[in-house]
């Protein structure tokens, strides 16, 4: 399915991407380590997920990072805006799996952020129900409930722009 060459490789843009994230970090606050490396937080929502924890774990557990001169820690959050304010708040060195809404309007409000790197364009999420269930497509969401993260993550705008189809369809948002 992967080649061993495409996992290596995109978990070497990884570690590449938190040690530019080091050296740029805010204020140039990252302090050396205890063993001598730079000391590097990372926030980031969803920690099982496979875009999200797996080049994490495995560049930890590979030591591409202690390789790299990094000693670097996870935060988890609780969704894309949460990771931003993390990042804002001087908590995490770096942000990963946030939506480019969340990021861009920390952005456009002064946030002190900088957008260095992007795994996915557009709007990753999957929604996906039972097979034999009641939901078969979107139109069926129509006037019910659903759920979010929190305001400002990716399954917050994803709920935004669902609501916007079912509006142009002349159907009931979802609530």
């Not at 080091?22 to 990372?42: F, K, M, Y």
């Not at 894309?80 to 304010?85: L, R, Y």
């Not at 969340?102 to 097979?131: E, M, N, R």
Request: proline fraction near 3%.
């Amino acid at each position: 399915m992967f080649s061993g060459h495409r996992v290596r490789g995109a978990l070497s843009l990884v570690a590449a991407g938190f040690l530019v994230a080091a050296c740029a970090a805010p204020g140039g606050e990252s302090g050396e380590g205890g063993d001598g490396g730079t000391e590097v937080n990372v926030a980031f929502s969803h920690p099982t997920l496979f875009s999200t924890g797996f080049p994490y774990y495995v560049a930890k557990e590979k030591g591409f990072y202690k390789d790299a001169g990094l000693n670097v820690d996870a935060t988890y959050t609780g969704g894309g805006s949460e990771t931003v304010q993390a990042v804002v708040s001087g908590s995490a060195d770096i942000g990963t799996e946030t939506s480019a809404p969340a990021a861009v309007g920390a952005y456009s409000q002064g946030g002190p952020i900088k957008i260095v790197s992007a795994s996915t364009t557009g709007l990753d999420l999957l929604w996906f129900a039972k097979a034999n269930g009641p939901v078969q497509d979107s139109a069926d969401l129509a006037g019910k409930k659903v759920g979010f993260s929190s305001t400002g993550s990716s399954s917050h705008i994803g709920v935004l722009a669902l609501n916007e189809s079912l509006k142009k369809q002349g159907m009931a948002e979802v609530q």
